[in-house]
């Protein structure tokens, strides 16, 4: 015998026939239970995301082959990513195998699985199933044994690792059967090759020829069976996220992370805004909930989850899913909690994590739309306050117009609203304009400006909030009213530029504005100091010796991938950075996103007190933000967290400022 093997041994090419008509019927009824399924989905609106395939389908095949966003999580990640590849790889292998045994051979008479390529073939599937077993076993302990807190386990789950373990083993067994009886004794080199076949096949009690080939049939039939069994169960189990997860990573935005869609408030046909009933959410909406495979990675970075408020974002998606099967017209509200809704900071990080795609933050934003428009309904009587003020004042304190530019009294800042020129327009938002402690970051901007030979222009008295608190609490309206007075102010001023130094309003500017035709370049102050120091037009003097940790805020962070820029300048200002537990991608909020930084925190631990103690953990002196509300919110949770004796926050702006001149 040759280094090859007979592919249908012992059970004869009469089963090829039975074997394919089982085949189709297995995935008919998986067809069937998906067409089925897919009515549940069509509850929802309509949505296009079948647009760009050919990039969409890149992204999926490259996510589901590379396991990135699985294993980005390595506690059961890992196991799960080897389970995926092992199993692909037996997969291609049975493929192959059926393709010389039901087409090469019959129709080319030509065998690709001799010499040197079968034994290869053969060891690298063994060693592929050995690892797909190992790892199975581990997530097996993982979910039963070392359950991790928050992690659910139903019956689904009992009877799927039953169902992969019996599918692997008895295809070892079969494997160790037709070696006891073709290779062990007369071709004991080639079996070599099958490591774990032959350790089965030693393993065998003796047993005649017969006994032998009986054994062999029914360990065929019965692996075929549960095989076809596994195709046949996706969609009516857990096991439906191996399609509906992948499908998710081709039906994922393109847009630029953290687009909302921008309503058409002049549609005069529009009875409803916002999310109140099941029939109100799109598609995918529903279709997320069935993607979910409930690992609570967005559960554990969750801030209103970490502190014990009633928010998770696994839940929530579980819950919308729960709402659909009710039907279309069902309430939403009537299954998910009103204060889970308010509690959200839209930092982004539940959807950021997610291995399936699921879009977390669009539902909140949807429910919360319906509170605010349609229901008039705010988290708190101070939140109603600070939308009078907005509608009003167009800032959140209530303070004059006129008063929105006396932070810059005595520095040479150009009025670009009466006509000064500027190489830039600082458009500094409601903080830095009327709150003392970010006055001092304004000014520490214009410092560093004046510095690199940039000319700052702001609007005064005309600019106004960019609109971004009262949106993301739901009050469209509100903020399109904002945005469109904002934009019409920032056209006639003629500026090519825009720096801000809130990720809140860089976010609004550079990114929601687009869908109101506004395409001024808008970039963040950390970018543009970057830059300046990069181009040799900004130079520092390094302190050596001066420690911090560092704040990725979340809508610079998550929201655009600015990680590296601000590190950099800080470590040519001279400051060691010991990052925290949580930082760069896996950072933790301050609170203050999703407009709650309009809201009194009021449900569980506060989540900036929180925020501060992971800096404090680092033993830096110097906690250093980029964000006028988490400069605000940390201001706080240093005195609330009573670490003002080994802590302080300083804004980036203000540490570069000190290092001018070098």
């Known amino acids: 015998m040759g280094a090859t093997r007979e592919i249908y041994w012992n059970v004869g090419s009469g089963v090829v026939l039975p074997m394919y008509l089982l085949a189709i019927a297995a995935f008919a009824l998986m067809a069937w239970g998906l067409w089925k399924r897919s009515a549940h989905w069509r509850q929802g609106k309509s949505l296009d995301r079948f647009d760009r395939i050919g990039e969409r389908t890149q992204r999926m095949l490259s996510e589901i082959l590379t396991q990135r966003k699985v294993s980005r999580v390595r506690s059961g990640g890992i196991f799960h990513s080897f389970f995926f590849w092992g199993f692909m790889i037996l997969f291609a292998g049975t493929l192959l195998v059926m393709l010389q045994a039901d087409f090469l051979t019959p129709v080319f008479e030509a065998n690709i699985l001799q010499g040197n390529f079968y034994r290869a073939f053969s060891l690298v599937l063994d060693i592929a199933g050995a690892v797909t077993i190992v790892m199975l076993a581990g997530l097996f302990v993982r979910r039963f044994f070392l359950k991790p807190e928050g992690l659910e386990t139903v019956k689904d789950d009992y009877w799927i690792h039953g169902l992969l373990f019996a599918i692997l083993i008895t295809g070892f067994l079969i494997e160790g059967v037709r070696i006891a009886a073709t290779e062990l004794v007369p071709n004991p080199d080639l079996a070599r090759f099958s490591p774990v076949g032959l350790v089965t096949a030693r393993m065998l009690p003796e047993m005649s020829p017969e006994g032998l080939s009986s054994l062999h049939t029914s360990l065929w039939w019965l692996h075929l069976a549960l095989a076809l069994g596994f195709i046949a169960a996706i969609p009516f189990t857990k096991l439906r996220h191996l399609l509906y997860t992948s499908a998710n990573a081709f039906f994922a935005p393109l847009n630029e992370r953290g687009s909302l869609s921008t309503i058409d408030l002049e549609d005069e046909e529009a009875e409803q805004f916002g999310a109140a009933t099941v029939g109100d959410l799109t598609w995918k909406d529903l279709f997320d909930a069935d993607a979910c495979m409930n690992c609570k990675r967005c559960q554990d970075r969750c801030p209103a989850y970490v502190t014990e408020k009633p928010l998770s974002p696994m839940k929530l998606i579980g819950q919308i899913g729960e709402t659909a099967a009710a039907g279309r017209e069902q309430a939403l509200l009537e299954t998910i909690d009103e204060e889970a809704v308010w509690s959200c900071t839209t930092c982004f990080a539940c959807q950021d994590i997610c291995p399936a795609n699921n879009e977390h933050v669009n539902k909140v934003i949807e429910l919360r739309r319906n509170l605010s428009l349609m229901e008039g309904t705010f988290p708190g009587d101070e939140v109603r306050a600070a939308i009078g003020n907005l509608e009003v004042n167009a800032n959140p304190f209530g303070m004059a117009f006129a008063a929105r530019g006396d932070w810059a009294e005595g520095l040479d800042v150009a009025r670009v609203n009466e006509g000064e020129q500027a190489d830039i327009l600082y458009f500094v938002g409601c903080y830095a304009s009327f709150d003392k402690r970010n006055q001092e970051v304004a000014r520490s901007f214009v410092k560093i400006c004046d510095a690199a030979g940039i000319r700052v222009g702001i609007l005064g008295k005309d600019e106004k909030c960019c609109g971004e608190p009262a949106r993301k609490l739901g009050n469209e309206y509100l903020y399109q009213m904002l945005a469109q007075e904002n934009i019409e102010t920032l056209k006639a001023t003629g500026i090519e530029r825009i720096v801000t130094a809130c990720p809140h309003c860089f976010n609004t500017l550079s990114r929601d504005y687009r869908d109101l035709d506004f395409h001024i370049a808008t970039e963040h102050y950390t970018q543009f100091i970057h830059r300046l120091v990069g181009d040799g037009r900004l130079a520092l003097d390094p302190a050596h010796g001066q420690s911090c940790t560092y704040h990725d805020s979340c809508y610079l962070g998550r929201y655009k991938d600015i ?65 006028p509300f988490c400069l605000t919110m940390f201001e706080d949770g240093i005195k609330t967290g009573d670490c003002e004796e080994t802590l302080r926050v300083r804004d980036f702006a203000e540490i570069i400022a000190e290092r001018i001149g070098g």
Do not use: H
């Not at 200002?573 to 537990?581: L, S, V």
């Open 563 to 627: 990680y590296r820029e601000p590190r950099e300048v800080l470590e040519v200002a001279g400051w060691n950075i010991t990052e925290m537990d949580r930082s760069g991608r896996d950072s933790f909020c301050c609170s203050a996103g999703g407009g709650r930084i309009l809201a009194e925190e009021k449900l569980g631990s506060r989540i900036n007190v929180e925020r501060v103690r992971q800096a404090a953990e680092t033993s830096a002196p110097v906690l250093v933000s980029n964000c």
